[in-house]
Each structure stands twice: as C-alpha cells, then as structure tokens.
C-alpha cells in the first residue's frame, strides 16, 4: 500500500533514503534547508567527494570506530559496490586511490551531487530546498511537521517520517543538530556528541610557529599520566593551532571520548619509526663524517625539512652553525632521542563544527537495525551521521550514510 514519506535532510542518508522509498511506490518528499542537496558532500576529499571506500564488506564494518554491529544488515543491504553502481549509471567515472578511497575520476564533487539529484527526480522524488523544520509530531498515526520557506509557515502531514538531518560537524552545510532535537522530542535518548576525526590543539608554540611541516609514515603514541593509550603509525603536519593529518584523525577518531582538556594527554612523536635508538645515531654518524665541513644545520638538513631542524636545534640549544665535525656525543645523544621522541602536550580537540565526522547522536539501541526504525515510534526513522555510529577518513563515513538511508528507505 502506498504511503506518504517525509523525509529530512538531503544529505547522502537523505537522498538514499528518499529514492529507495520512492522506488517502492511511495509519495516521497525530501525536505533540506539548503538551496541544493548534498551541500556537506561538496567539501569531503578535499572538495573531490570521498565517496566510498572499495574495499570488502569485512573490511567497511572493520573500519567503523563506533557501535560496528549495529551496521551489518546495513552494509550487507546497501555495499560500496551499490553507490558505485548508481553512480557510474548516471556517468560519474569512478577512480580508486590510495587505501581504497574512491573518487570522481572528474575530481569535481558537484558531478557526484548532480547525479544524486536526477537519480532521486528520475525515481519521482519532490524535492523542496530552503525548507527550515521547526517542529516535528505524531497526532493519532499521521507525523506533523512544521517548517519555514520564504518566511512563511508551512505544514506537511506524512505516513512515517525519515530523520536524516547529519551532525554538527561544518553546521555552514546546514548540520546543526536538529536531528537530535527531533529524536528527544519523541523520546530517544541522545549519546553526547564529540568531535571525531578532528585535528588536536597542542600547547607548544615551537609546532605553531612550523605550521605546514609535513612528515609521512612516524608513530604518534597517545599516552596519560605515563600510561599509553593508544598508538598510530602515518602522516602528519604542524598547524598553526598544534598537529593534524591521517594519523592524528585515526587517533582522535579512537579517543575522542577520552582526550580533555582537564587531564593530562601528550602526543610522543618517533620520526624514524623503523631504526632503533641505535641504529639512528650510527645514521648521523654516517652523514656527520660525510659532511665534516658543513654547518650542522646544512648537515641535518639532507634527511629533515630546514625549519624543522632550525626549530630542533633551537629547542637543543645547539648553534645551528656549529661545523659537522665538532658535533659532539652529547649533541648526537640529545638529537636521537629528541627525534624519536617529540613530546607535545595537548591542549584539547578542535571544536566539533571543524571535526569531519560527529560522534554520539540517536541511541542505536533504540533503533531496529534490519530497518532503521524506531523502536519507541511506529513509523519513525533515523540514518545517516545522526545517528551514534561512525568510522575511520577514508570514505567509511558516507558508505555508513548511504547503507542506513537505504534500510530506511526500503521499509517504507
């Protein structure tokens, strides 16, 4: 029997989930309050639109940071290879980099949104932008939903309802958390919501004033009170704020429940991961006795990038230009262990509006898994970054967005 749907939020959750519902016979309308959907998508991968990762079923749940279960019927419903599908259909050329991460092969995420878009017109969806939702309820068996366009106070009245409204993550894009408002209205519980996969703000001024500095494949060990927490092996960069990059979004995107900025978190950074103290020093050794007459920042320069030794040395107290020949033991012993091991203080995370992903939101124990509908209210549906799950940079984030909307979707 066909059904009235509404649904919120044109998001990756939103669009899938409108489709699908529509494709079933449904009255779909999509409401957003951007002037185009997929506003948030734009700005993934760098402005290219990450948008899924092609590795194995496996190996998506694996890549999910929090509540992984509850996404299995998801992912095995709706896979990379299905948003892969409709995408080629409508002649996005897809490409795969490094770790799987897929890409337009045009580079230009509006191609991805534009596709998005006619598939959801081709499968009869009405959608309707610049639509603010004020207020959402359930009189006797019909949801009410309330919202603003052009200034004026509309009301749309729907079969079931479909929460798709994102985070609070880059809120510019239109996440500003209504969703979980929603949910509380209608008696869920909301998990607090952290930033994830968010850079880290470091107390040291030294990293502030190398921003851009880049360093690939060191170890970054997260530790409290001398006791290790976690540890990421990959790339970084110094900001002017303190350290991001892949390694530290894997970090955060573990422990973003656990870094404060009450207690006491440090970052020990190991530039040469793969050699031994030992091994280090027989390194500099190595290129001190090639390099005798040169000044040692010249020296270092050769395996490190100039304002870094620049800053190291400083942080030594060594004259940077001391000649290769009169760097002394000492000197050596105070380099070696000062590059495996950089110590910084965190200060705190970046707040959650520069986080890439939102975690926390709806309760998933309050949600139907198989079908992404409440468990409180008959009718009503979450998906998408709303809800209290989310991965690892690389894709994983939107393929959780469009495997949920499509639970949802197909059991309108």
């Known amino acids: 029997m066909s059904k009235k749907v509404l649904v919120i939020g044109g998001g990756p959750a939103g669009i899938i989930a409108a489709a699908t519902a529509s494709k079933k016979g449904n009255k779909v309308i999509l409401l957003d309050k951007n002037s185009i959907i997929g506003k948030k998508m734009l700005i993934t991968g760098n402005g290219r639109c990450n948008i899924t990762n092609n590795c194995e079923i496996e190996d998506l749940i694996e890549n999910v940071t929090r509540n992984r279960n509850f996404l299995y019927s998801s992912f095995y419903s709706f896979s990379n290879k299905d948003i892969i599908d409709i995408l080629q259909k409508y002649d996005v050329e897809i490409k795969v980099e490094n770790d799987g991460r897929c890409f337009p092969k045009s580079d230009k995420s509006i191609d991805v949104t534009n596709a998005l878009k006619t598939y959801l017109l081709d499968n009869g969806v009405i959608l309707s932008l610049n639509c603010n939702v004020i207020n959402v ?24 309802l479909i929460i798709a409204t994102g985070g609070k993550s880059y809120p510019s894009t239109g996440s500003t958390g209504d969703g979980y408002k929603f949910g509380k209205k209608f008696g869920h519980n909301i998990i607090s919501t952290k930033p994830s996969i968010v850079p880290i703000n470091i107390k040291e001024n030294w990293i502030k004033q190398n921003k851009g500095l880049s360093f690939k494949n060191v170890k970054i060990v997260l530790s409290s009170d001398d006791k290790i927490i976690d540890y990421e092996i990959g790339d970084i960069i110094f900001t002017h704020f303190g350290i991001s990059g892949p390694a530290i979004f894997n970090i ?161």
């Not at 939903?145 to 509309?154: I, S």
């Not at 709806?362 to 009718?379: F, R």
């Open 137 to 160: 309820e359930k009189y006797k068996n019909k949801f009410i939903t309330e919202y603003t366009k052009n200034n004026r106070k509309e009301i749309i009245e729907s079969d079931s």
């Open 252 to 412: 955060t995107s573990r422990n973003n429940r656990k870094i404060n900025a009450k207690d006491r978190f440090k970052l020990d950074i190991d530039l040469f991961p793969s050699l031994n103290l030992k091994e280090l020093d027989e390194k500099i050794i190595e290129l001190l006795g090639s390099n005798p007459n040169k000044n040692i920042i010249n020296v270092l320069s050769i395996i490190l990038k100039y304002n870094f030794v620049l800053a190291i040395l400083n942080l030594l107290q060594i004259n940077i230009s001391l000649k290769a020949s009169n760097f002394t033991k000492e000197h050596r012993r105070k380099l070696v262990r000062l590059l495996k091991s950089i110590t910084l203080n965190i200060a705190d995370l970046r707040s959650i509006e520069e986080a890439y992903v939102t975690s926390g939101g709806i309760d998933i124990n309050q949600i139907n898994p198989s079908t992404m509908e409440s468990k409180i209210v008959e009718g009503l549906f979450f998906c998408g970054e709303v809800l209290d799950v989310d991965a690892y940079t690389g894709g994983f984030n939107l393929q959780i967005s469009y495997s949920t909307g499509y639970l949802a979707g197909d059991n309108q």
